[in-house]
């Protein structure tokens, strides 16, 4: 079974990318009460890309992960891919989203389950093509465990040298939060026109 990889978008533009932002969450809420499965993968082909039956299935090559349904244990635009993160999807969002905004910034921040890695990765439109700019942290030799396990996880490992590092799941925030700063610092370098704060001041960037 795919390791499942939660992604969380956010939408960084103009009024209307934030009636769209409202439009998208809607959407969800609609089509989940037609079709109540928890983790329905033909729920993103329906809504985004217009497809019935079983051609809403979409797969890694529209995707860039192995299937994709919504995250509604996330209290915003959240979705969970299998095995990778959902590349192709930020970059469908971002091709039809920018007609209403050519300024428009989708972020993508995403953490699989184990956690194998962390990343961030930022698209925007640049001439008429996708430009990214993505981080991603390898935590493969990285131990993610609760409080109630930390001392016990730290002692173990002080023996067997198995993790070159044991931190708590709360501390993925930090770590996702230092890919977006290194993603943001490459897209900023390479446009000029955003300013530093230009995500920070932003009502749809979740920091």
């Known amino acids: 079974m795919a390791n499942f990889v939660k992604c969380r978008f956010a939408f960084i533009g103009n009024k209307a990318i934030e009636d769209l932002v409202k439009e ?10 037609i079709h109540d499965e928890y983790s329905d993968t033909s729920r993103v082909g329906r809504i985004f890309y217009g497809l019935e039956g079983q051609d809403a299935v979409l797969g890694q090559e529209a995707l860039g992960s192995k299937w994709i349904h919504d995250d509604q244990d996330y209290d915003g635009i959240g979705f969970v891919g299998g095995w990778d993160p959902v590349r192709g999807f930020q970059d469908h969002l971002l091709k039809y989203a920018c007609q209403l905004d050519p300024k428009l910034i989708v972020l993508m921040e995403y953490e699989d389950e ?46 067997s040298n198995e993790y070159e590092e044991i931190i708590l799941w709360e501390d993925l925030y ?5 890919c977006k700063k290194i993603a ?3 897209m900023k370098q390479s446009n000029s026109w955003i300013p530093e ?5 932003n009502p749809d960037h979740h920091a």
């Not at 998208?24 to 009460?33: A, G, L, P, T």
């Not at 990343?119 to 430009?131: E, F, H, N, P």
């Not at 930090?174 to 230092?178: E, L, Q, S, T, V």
């Not at 704060?197 to 001041?201: A, G, T």
């Open 174 to 178: 930090y770590k996702i939060n230092d």
């Open 197 to 201: 704060d230009y995500v920070n001041r």
């Open 24 to 33: 998208i969450q809607k959407r969800i809420i609609d089509d989940i009460k």
């Open 184 to 186: 943001f610092s490459n």
């Open 114 to 159: 184990s956690p194998n890695f962390v990343g961030a990765r930022y698209v925007l439109m640049k001439d008429g093509i996708i430009s990214e700019y993505e981080s991603e942290l390898d935590l493969s030799d990285t131990l993610v465990t609760v409080d109630s396990d930390y001392e016990e996880a730290l002692a173990e490992n002080e023996e």
